[in-house]
């Protein structure tokens, strides 16, 4: 584990295998657009409490999902086939983040980890056209959402949020959808959990994953702004049944 100087963008990463235990591989830094991007292309990510410094990740094992290998539940399937919700993609990319930032009990003082920082910081790479965002609208409010980082043929997932039943399951499918069609390799999960093995996700060993990572950034991917709409009604045929 190394400490990183901010602004010092020709200081570069240790090599993933150095990490801690539990996955912690630098300290410090900055969130810039520059140290940000070469992180997520060598499979690091930042994550870290208020008060705390900037602390960068790399799990070993690491969760991933095939967008092939996605997993809808019947009554996930029904929620899609009700059509009561509207997704969109790249609307409000700020307000998702905000949303996805809203105090969580399983945080000291019910805080959150996506603090003022980190939204514009992701604002910044929305800007670039590299991080994204799915909406899920009912009647015209904000009802579900997530956002994360797409590079070549991956998108390495944040966050997400719901304020209505399966709202941010709903965004998830709809991700997916799109990722297959733009031929996409791999969702990345970050941190294996019992709900997102039941969405799909597997744990990967981190070299397997690291391996995967270097194939899939090659890929053209989906660069810019994303666009278009999608009735959940064109999304139940989207996953297998668990």
């Known amino acids: 584990m190394i400490i990183l100087r901010p602004g010092n ?10 990490a801690t235990p539990e996955g912690l591989l630098a300290v410090g ?6 140290r940000l991007l070469d992180a ?8 870290y409490n208020p008060g705390q410094p900037i602390l960068w990740w790399s799990p070993d094992p690491r969760a991933v999902l095939y967008p092939e290998k996605l997993k809808v539940s019947r009554s996930l399937r029904k929620t899609l086939k009700r ?5 969109s993609f790249d609307t409000c990319f700020r307000a998702v983040m905000r949303a996805c930032a809203a105090p969580r009990e399983q945080y ?19 800007e670039l056209g590299v991080a ?7 009647d015209r409010q904000l009802v579900g959402g997530l956002y994360g980082v797409a590079l070549g043929g991956v998108f390495f997932g944040e966050s997400m949020f719901s304020r209505e039943t399966d709202a941010s399951k709903v965004a998830l499918v709809a991700l997916v959808s ?19 093995t039941s969405l799909g996700a597997q744990a990967m060993p981190r070299r397997a994953f690291l391996a995967e990572l270097e194939r899939a950034l090659t890929l053209f991917g989906q660069p810019g702004r994303w666009q278009g709409e999608i009735a959940t009604q064109d999304l139940i045929d989207t ?4």
């Open 178 to 196: 799109k990722l297959r069609e733009w031929k996409f390799a791999l969702l990345d999960c970050q941190l294996p959990s019992a709900h997102l």
């Open 239 to 242: 996953g297998s049944h668990p």
């Open 40 to 47: 997520y292309r060598h499979g690091i990510f930042p994550w």
């Open 29 to 34: 830094g900055d969130l810039s657009c520059e």
């Open 9 to 18: 963008h020709n200081q570069h990463f240790p090599p993933a295998e150095s």
């Open 83 to 87: 059509g009561h919700l509207r997704i």
């Open 132 to 138: 994204h965002s799915t909406e899920v609208w009912k």
């Open 108 to 126: 000291p003082g019910g805080g959150t980890w996506i603090t003022d920082d980190m939204v514009n910081a992701y604002c910044a790479l929305h």
